[in-house]
């Protein structure tokens, strides 16, 4: 047929003719040489994995004429096959060619597949009973999609349960059509040469004939909206009629490759599956050919070429100690080839469809939009060596180099970025003999030796010469492990690793600096600790314009503009790239977003609700609003209680969170699924988990019928805490007073000896102390016009002196002189006090390593985060800074004492100029002058003997 035109007429009124007989081995015919290319391509991955084929059988179900297997069979050591075809004509030359290979063997069957899979695995197991296999190698192509319509009583894990059974070892391969990937579920779709009227019949036709729902629309003379799997068939429709007119009422887009990876994972107990998604070169052919148009109707960006065919390859090597939901340690063999690096360029491909945005995978860019021109270059602060900061790009142009670093910085400020264009950079010079191996991989991961040991066999690492490179890790979340998987990391990896290697890892500064940074034997092995700092003003207008211009939304820096011009705060979080990125996301999505973004948690609430209006609106969550949020919130209370544990598995899918996601997909979007079991490891970037907990802490401190202990007797992270107190600032004053008379009354209900024995039952006294601990911090948070009575009470009547410490400090923070005085009092030299407040600032700041309950300061500990801290807020300006100023002046005075130090030059300027004056406050403001007189004097004639007399 020569003109579109002229094939859809024909599409349209003669779809429903069967072909003539003789098509059917014309049709088997031209599958001939793909069935060479697909088992050239199973062949050689299994040589180079150093499978014995000699022990292994070769089942082909769906195989057409046989091509596959009798090439598997004539040209490996594979001496058994079985081929399973439904067509009549393709079996019986399939069985006339295979009597040509004797004594090897081919045995044929007919039928359905459904129907004659346990006739497959009996002859197989009959051949592993006589001793002639032991594995199987099962090759099932281009034929699962088709089942569903044609296979009576079609189930998958029955099929893939029988062909894959209990074989040691055991390969499975297929390759199918699928669900396009990178689209969302709607596009707007245009044909160069039909009018949208003819694509509209086109595509209603094809509906009613796959029974595919959504609904169809012009949009203007040339344009058609339509479900994005409606697309794809109608684009199939188009460029294979010619070919294969039969295959007309079949449904290309049937299989989800996710569920089709899980099944195949369940079914393969203990093996791993890996996907490869790709393209026919005959339909990127002709979808260039005819100049298909795709864009999103939401963002009206151009979408790229879909790609609408994915390939699983699934390998058990063994089931010794295999259990569902668990997989075994891997019998990987390396080639004898020598190293080869296809992994490093499966990698890449990976990395470089990561999406760009936590969310919604169909629809979100990629890193693809960024790489390599649009990547903004960090700056990075050295902490080991004196010196400035440098671009991420300067400090990378040294490499190979001697040593380990650790990036570290705030959550979102670009650490994982940073290890992902490292690791691009490296990747795009992989064919250079001298450039360096890089891996990039997470910190549990590389704590787990069955990882280590794929890793070596896959690279040629360990026992196997690498030749001249050097091998770069880059190991990721290395603050989501806790200090049993660090020590196995460092003890196992790094003490481990030659002296040529080199190490990056990211880690969240408060985790390295409290967790990595004071433990010597950790810290040794870190040659610099660079901090990544927030993005200067220029960094920011160039993302920004570089976004604006590759997602062609052409008024997209003016809303931008307009909306740090009206919000000072909002233009603060544009310093952290993922806050912008979300900032970024509302105004494409929503130009007229609230102009009064004033902290981090009121740009994640809003995000959150916006993306789950979206996705409701768009049909992709169906579960509502307020399921999926219990959902997620869930999950990141799962995530959080399990966080980095040994053998942590993250969340398995069990039956009941694979139905939510079968009816809810867009709740998947925001969480990491993988497998080695199929799990959820996490949310896309783990600050949303702690929005989440956040807003869950919030609602249950306001809640008078909740139980705190559900959620305070978690030692929650800084970022979360940070999260809470800034979703409090965010309360009108009426509802900040309601919830502190609340919160006075949940504190009474924790007290030993409470009023409620039968609500707080069986509730431990240290449960009832940290849930106290708890209350009283978020009470001495929150603005209030008075000080809460409750700080007072507890200053006077806990008897721990976390408690009061916590109790007296909040109290401070609302203005109350006579607690401020009392404590200050009890603040003296070598005083038990004296030491609590020293050991708890040291655990706080990072300078020690344990919890507040049971650390105390020996006097010898380096305290220099603390120091700096401390005089950070001395120099600082906030109602905060001020409130906590006698106390700070106090706190350093005491450290200084405690160590026989005294002030330099820089410091004596802040001690200077941190003196308050305020007419109402005479008294306090007298005081903050004489303790920085007695600071001052330190650096002249240090305390000998330790003490100073207080007045």
């Given at each position: 047929m020569?003109?579109?035109?002229?094939?859809i007429?024909?599409?349209?009124?003669?779809?429903?003719e069967?072909p003539p007989?003789?098509?059917?081995?014309?049709?088997?015919?031209?599958?001939?040489?793909?069935?060479r290319?697909k088992?050239?391509e199973?062949?050689?991955?299994l040589?180079?994995?150093?499978?014995?084929l000699?022990?292994?059988?070769?089942l082909?179900?769906?195989?057409s004429?046989?091509?596959?297997?009798?090439?598997v069979?004539a040209n490996?050591?594979?001496?058994?096959?079985?081929l399973?075809?439904f067509?009549?004509a393709?079996a019986?030359?399939?069985e006339?060619r295979g009597h040509?290979?004797a004594?090897?063997?081919l045995?044929v069957l007919r039928?359905d597949?459904s129907?004659?899979?346990e006739?497959?695995?009996k002859l197989l197991?009959?051949w592993?009973?006589?001793g002639?296999i032991?594995?199987?190698?099962?090759?099932?192509?281009?034929v699962?999609?088709e089942?569903?319509?044609?296979?009576?009583n079609?189930?998958l894990?029955?099929?893939?349960?029988?062909?894959l059974?209990?074989?040691d070892?055991?390969f499975?391969?297929c390759?199918?059509p699928c669900?396009p990937?990178?689209w969302?579920?709607r596009?707007?779709?245009?044909?160069p040469?039909l009018?949208?009227e003819?694509?509209?019949?086109?595509?209603?036709?094809i509906r009613?004939m796959?029974?595919i729902?959504?609904d169809?629309?012009?949009?203007?003379p040339d344009?058609?909206?339509l479900?994005?799997d409606?697309?794809?068939e109608?684009?199939?429709?188009l460029f294979?009629?010619?070919d294969y007119?039969h295959?007309?009422?079949?449904?290309v887009?049937?299989?989800d490759?996710?569920?089709?990876?899980?099944a195949v994972?369940?079914?393969?107990i203990g093996?791993?599956?890996?996907?490869?998604?790709?393209?026919s070169?005959?339909f990127?052919r002709?979808?260039?050919?005819?100049?298909?148009k795709?864009e999103?109707?939401d963002?009206h960006?151009?979408?790229?070429l879909?790609?609408v065919?994915?390939?699983?390859?699934g390998k058990?090597?063994?089931?010794?100690?295999?259990?569902l939901?668990?997989?075994?340690?891997p019998?990987?063999?390396?080639?004898?080839?020598?190293?080869?690096?296809p992994?490093?360029?499966?990698?890449?491909?990976?990395t470089?469809?990561l999406?760009?945005l936590?969310?919604s995978?169909?629809?979100?860019p990629?890193l693809?939009?960024?790489?390599?021109?649009?990547?903004i270059d960090?700056?990075?602060?050295?902490h080991k060596?004196?010196?400035?900061?440098?671009?991420l790009?300067?400090w990378?142009?040294?490499l190979p180099?001697q040593?380990?670093l650790?990036?570290?910085g705030?959550?979102?400020?670009?650490?994982?970025?940073a290890l992902?264009r490292?690791?691009?950079d490296?990747?795009?010079?992989?064919?250079?003999?001298?450039?360096p191996?890089?891996v990039l991989?997470h910190?549990?991961?590389?704590?787990?030796?069955?990882y280590?040991e794929r890793?070596?066999a896959?690279?040629?690492l360990?026992?196997?010469k690498r030749?001249?490179?050097?091998?770069?890790?880059?190991?990721?979340g290395?603050?989501?492990v806790?200090?049993q998987v660090?020590d196995?990391?460092v003890?196992?990896?790094?003490?481990?690793l030659?002296?040529?290697?080199?190490a990056?890892?990211?880690?969240r500064?408060?985790?390295?600096?409290?967790?990595?940074?004071?433990?010597?034997?950790?810290?040794q092995?870190f040659?610099?600790v660079?901090?990544?700092?927030?993005?200067?003003?220029?960094?920011?207008?160039q993302?920004v314009h570089?976004?604006s211009?590759?997602?062609?939304?052409e008024?997209?820096?003016e809303?931008?503009?307009?909306?740090?011009?009206?919000?000072?705060?909002?233009?603060?979080?544009?310093?952290?790239?993922?806050?912008l990125?979300?900032i970024?996301?509302l105004?494409?999505h929503e130009?007229n977003v609230?102009?009064?973004?004033e902290n981090a948690?009121?740009?994640?609430?809003?995000?959150?609700g916006?993306?789950?209006e979206?996705?409701?609106?768009?049909?992709?969550s169906k579960q509502?609003?307020e399921a999926v949020?219990k959902?997620h919130?869930?999950?990141?209370?799962?995530?959080?209680?399990s966080r980095?544990?040994?053998g942590?598995?993250?969340?398995l899918?069990d039956?009941?969170?694979?139905s939510?996601l079968?009816?809810d997909?867009a709740?998947g979007?925001?969480?990491?699924i993988e497998k080695h079991?199929?799990?959820?490891?996490g949310?896309?970037?783990e600050t949303i988990g702690?929005y989440?907990?956040?807003?869950?802490?919030l609602?249950?401190?306001?809640?008078?019928?909740?139980?705190?202990?559900?959620v305070?007797l978690r030692t929650?992270?800084?970022?979360t805490n940070?999260?809470?107190?800034e979703?409090?600032?965010?309360?009108a004053?009426?509802?900040?007073?309601q919830l502190v008379q609340?919160?006075?009354?949940?504190?009474s209900?924790?007290?030993?000896g409470?009023e409620?024995?039968?609500?707080?039952e069986?509730i431990?006294a240290a449960s009832?102390?940290?849930?106290?601990e708890?209350?009283?911090?978020y009470?001495g948070?929150?603005p209030?016009?008075v000080c809460?009575?409750v700080l007072?009470v507890?200053?006077?009547?806990?008897r721990?002196?976390?408690?009061?410490?916590?109790a007296?400090?909040?109290?401070?923070?609302?203005?109350?002189?006579?607690?401020?005085?009392?404590?200050?009092?009890r603040l003296?030299p070598g005083?038990?006090w004296?030491?609590d407040?020293?050991?708890?600032q040291l655990v706080y700041?990072?300078?020690?390593h344990?919890d507040?309950?049971?650390?105390?300061d020996?006097?010898?500990?380096p305290w220099?985060?603390?120091?700096?801290?401390?005089?950070?807020r001395?120099?600082?300006?906030?109602?905060?800074?001020?409130m906590?100023?006698w106390?700070?002046l106090?706190t350093?005075h005491?450290?200084?004492?405690?160590r026989?130090?005294s002030?330099?030059e820089?410091?004596?300027?802040?001690?200077?100029a941190?003196?308050i004056d305020?007419p109402?406050?005479d008294?306090?403001a007298?005081?903050i002058a004489?303790?920085?007189?007695?600071?001052?004097?330190l650096?002249?004639?240090?305390?000998?003997?330790?003490?100073?007399?207080?007045?």
């Amino acid at each position: 047929m020569n003109s579109l035109d002229e094939k859809i007429k024909h599409l349209l009124g003669q779809a429903g003719e069967s072909p003539p007989v003789s098509f059917n081995l014309q049709y088997h015919k031209s599958f001939e040489e793909s069935g060479r290319r697909k088992a050239e391509e199973i062949l050689g991955e299994l040589k180079r994995d150093g499978a014995e084929l000699n022990r292994l059988a070769y089942l082909s179900v769906g195989g057409s004429d046989g091509s596959e297997i009798l090439h598997v069979l004539a040209n490996s050591p594979v001496e058994y096959g079985v081929l399973l075809e439904f067509d009549d004509a393709a079996a019986q030359a399939a069985e006339l060619r295979g009597h040509g290979l004797a004594p090897k063997l081919l045995q044929v069957l007919r039928g359905d597949a459904s129907q004659k899979i346990e006739t497959c695995r009996k002859l197989l197991q009959s051949w592993q009973t006589a001793g002639k296999i032991d594995g199987l190698i099962c090759s099932i192509q281009a034929v699962l999609h088709e089942l569903p319509t044609r296979s009576p009583n079609f189930d998958l894990n029955h099929l893939l349960g029988e062909a894959l059974w209990d074989w040691d070892p055991c390969f499975f391969f297929c390759r199918e059509p699928c669900t396009p990937q990178h689209w969302p579920p709607r596009v707007k779709l245009s044909v160069p040469g039909l009018g949208s009227e003819r694509l509209e019949a086109l595509a209603r036709h094809i509906r009613g004939m796959l029974k595919i729902g959504g609904d169809i629309l012009r949009s203007g003379p040339d344009c058609v909206l339509l479900q994005s799997d409606l697309a794809v068939e109608l684009l199939f429709k188009l460029f294979y009629l010619d070919d294969y007119p039969h295959e007309i009422e079949e449904r290309v887009t049937s299989v989800d490759p996710h569920r089709l990876r899980v099944a195949v994972e369940r079914a393969l107990i203990g093996g791993e599956v890996s996907a490869t998604y790709l393209n026919s070169g005959s339909f990127e052919r002709l979808y260039r050919q005819y100049q298909i148009k795709v864009e999103d109707p939401d963002t009206h960006v151009s979408l790229p070429l879909p790609t609408v065919f994915v390939r699983l390859a699934g390998k058990r090597w063994t089931r010794r100690n295999a259990g569902l939901g668990n997989s075994a340690t891997p019998m990987v063999r390396y080639s004898a080839q020598g190293p080869q690096w296809p992994s490093v360029a499966e990698q890449a491909e990976r990395t470089l469809n990561l999406p760009l945005l936590p969310w919604s995978p169909r629809g979100s860019p990629s890193l693809r939009l960024l790489w390599p021109e649009s990547f903004i270059d960090p700056k990075l602060q050295p902490h080991k060596t004196p010196g400035g900061s440098k671009r991420l790009t300067e400090w990378t142009s040294g490499l190979p180099m001697q040593g380990h670093l650790a990036v570290v910085g705030a959550p979102g400020a670009g650490k994982s970025t940073a290890l992902r264009r490292i690791f691009l950079d490296l990747a795009s010079r992989i064919s250079d003999p001298a450039a360096p191996l890089p891996v990039l991989g997470h910190a549990l991961d590389f704590a787990n030796p069955d990882y280590r040991e794929r890793l070596a066999a896959e690279f040629g690492l360990g026992e196997r010469k690498r030749g001249a490179r050097q091998v770069v890790y880059l190991v990721d979340g290395l603050d989501e492990v806790d200090g049993q998987v660090a020590d196995r990391f460092v003890k196992e990896f790094l003490d481990v690793l030659p002296v040529e290697a080199c190490a990056w890892i990211a880690c969240r500064s408060e985790y390295f600096f409290n967790r990595i940074g004071t433990i010597e034997r950790y810290s040794q092995h870190f040659r610099e600790v660079l901090e990544v700092l927030p993005w200067e003003p220029e960094d920011v207008r160039q993302f920004v314009h570089f976004y604006s211009d590759r997602l062609g939304v052409e008024d997209l820096q003016e809303r931008f503009d307009t909306l740090v011009r009206r919000s000072s705060r909002a233009l603060a979080l544009t310093q952290n790239p993922f806050q912008l990125t979300l900032i970024l996301y509302l105004l494409v999505h929503e130009p007229n977003v609230r102009h009064n973004l004033e902290n981090a948690f009121e740009l994640y609430d809003q995000f959150y609700g916006h993306w789950l209006e979206r996705e409701t609106h768009r049909g992709t969550s169906k579960q509502g609003e307020e399921a999926v949020r219990k959902f997620h919130t869930e999950l990141a209370e799962r995530f959080f209680d399990s966080r980095g544990t040994v053998g942590a598995q993250g969340v398995l899918i069990d039956s009941a969170i694979s139905s939510f996601l079968d009816r809810d997909s867009a709740a998947g979007d925001l969480l990491r699924i993988e497998k080695h079991p199929t799990r959820i490891a996490g949310f896309r970037h783990e600050t949303i988990g702690e929005y989440l907990l956040a807003s869950q802490i919030l609602k249950a401190l306001g809640d008078e019928s909740s139980r705190l202990e559900d959620v305070l007797l978690r030692t929650y992270t800084f970022e979360t805490n940070e999260f809470v107190r800034e979703a409090i600032s965010l309360l009108a004053p009426s509802q900040r007073e309601q919830l502190v008379q609340l919160l006075a009354n949940r504190y009474s209900e924790y007290l030993e000896g409470s009023e409620f024995p039968v609500l707080r039952e069986g509730i431990a006294a240290a449960s009832k102390l940290r849930i106290r601990e708890q209350v009283l911090y978020y009470l001495g948070r929150i603005p209030s016009r008075v000080c809460p009575e409750v700080l007072r009470v507890a200053y006077q009547s806990e008897r721990h002196p976390l408690l009061v410490r916590i109790a007296a400090l909040g109290a401070i923070l609302h203005g109350d002189g006579d607690v401020e005085e009392s404590y200050l009092s009890r603040l003296i030299p070598g005083a038990p006090w004296d030491l609590d407040n020293r050991s708890i600032q040291l655990v706080y700041f990072g300078d020690a390593h344990g919890d507040f309950y049971s650390f105390r300061d020996d006097g010898r500990r380096p305290w220099s985060r603390t120091r700096s801290a401390v005089l950070k807020r001395l120099s600082g300006t906030t109602h905060r800074d001020r409130m906590l100023r006698w106390w700070d002046l106090r706190t350093l005075h005491l450290f200084l004492l405690s160590r026989g130090e005294s002030l330099d030059e820089s410091e004596c300027a802040i001690v200077k100029a941190a003196g308050i004056d305020e007419p109402d406050q005479d008294h306090r403001a007298h005081n903050i002058a004489g303790e920085i007189d007695a600071l001052l004097g330190l650096r002249t004639a240090p305390s000998t003997s330790g003490r100073t007399e207080w007045h």
